[in-house]
């Protein structure tokens, strides 16, 4: 059987007291069987399963893919969106790690320059680095995006990888899909 033991602090001088709270029904608080603190709140409505349990910053769940055959072309301005994914959060508190990455893409001109972005269903929520050759039109880039969002949601998510031209250039872009993937992380928060 194992035993209890409270030891106190070698430097501190108050007084440490385990309260039993006013109930009627007996309660067990089973502590987890790992070496580390236990995360606590002054706010019990905030307490979850997840901070008892002691799997905070756990993967949760992982969704990856991959995008379709077929290249996705965009002349002119504007953006386009390449791949999606969509993940559906367990808990509101989870966060939502995204690794995204487009390869092959062609750039269609001196002075075009792309962006790939980050969307979550209608909203932007992370702009990535700039992809183009002023010297070389269509040379080949890869671009890669990485975003740790905080959607506070239980409800069904749809992330989006999206190219967009921001540059002064009049030329447009097409990306090989079958070279751009998505991966949606849920981190138990």
Known sequence: MSKVVIQGHASGTGDFTIAAPNSNTDRTLTLPDVTGNVVTTGDTSTVTETMINGSLGKVLQVVSTSGPAST???????????????ITPSATGSKIYIMATCGGVGVGGS?????????????NIKNGPYGGNPSSANAPEVLAVNHLDSPSSTSALTYKVQLERVSSGTNGWDAPAARATITLME???
């Open 111 to 123: 002075n075009t320059w792309i962006q790939i972005q980050i969307w979550r269903d209608a909203s």
């Open 72 to 86: 996705v072309s965009k002349t002119g301005a504007g953006s386009l969106e390449v791949i999606n994914a969509q």
């Open 187 to 189: 981190i138990a928060g």
